[in-house]
């Protein structure tokens, strides 16, 4: 048996700095689904009836998610969270073996790759991931190809010979 090195999904409650809030028509489908790219449901909330009226899904820290009942508008609703340390060929594996719409992994021309997965309602998120071996080629990238007002980390900093 392999040990993973994935640490544990942080289960506190914190003041979340962004969340995604998706509609779906079945939260028990949704839930499944959302399982097999590492989600778990943090919490589900009550409403009249004890019938459950929203979950809140987590896969990383400050990567929430928050499933209410309700019609749900196809393509209306994306997110793209940060992959992690995870592997993007099984996570699809896994997804498409779920039932979802599944797109990748791609590699982008911004020096990532992508696995874009729908679920049943028409929720789209996608998970990214840098390519580590290619950091070399995206810093030459960031430095002749992107402008704008902001602060190159200093992996990413011109260098001076």
């Known amino acids: ?3 993973s090195k994935k640490p544990a999904i942080d289960r506190s409650i914190y003041a979340m700095p962004m969340f995604a809030n998706f509609a779906v028509g079945d939260f028990a489908a949704a839930e499944s689904l ?3 790219a590492g989600f778990v449901n943090l919490a589900t909330i009550l409403g009249p009836g004890g019938v459950p009226s929203l979950v809140h899904l987590r896969r990383e820290k400050y990567q929430d998610i928050l499933l209410t009942q309700r019609p749900a508008v ?3 609703t994306s997110v793209s969270f940060a992959a992690g340390d995870v592997d993007l060929d099984d996570v699809a594996d896994r997804l498409r073996a779920a039932g979802a719409e599944v797109v990748g992994p791609l590699d982008t ?3 990532t790759t992508d696995v874009t ?4 309602d028409g929720n789209a998120v996608t998970l990214t991931a840098p390519r580590m071996m290619e950091q070399a080629a995206a810093q030459v990238w960031v430095n002749d190809e992107i402008t704008g007002d902001f602060e190159r980390p200093e992996t990413l900093a011109p260098t001076s010979e």
Do not use: I
Request: no cysteine; glycine share 6%; aromatic share 24%.
């Open 117 to 120: 997965f729908t679920d049943q």
């Open 1 to 3: 048996m392999t040990e």
């Open 109 to 111: 021309p911004w020096f």
């Open 74 to 76: 196809r393509g209306s």
């Open 34 to 36: 959302y399982a097999s």
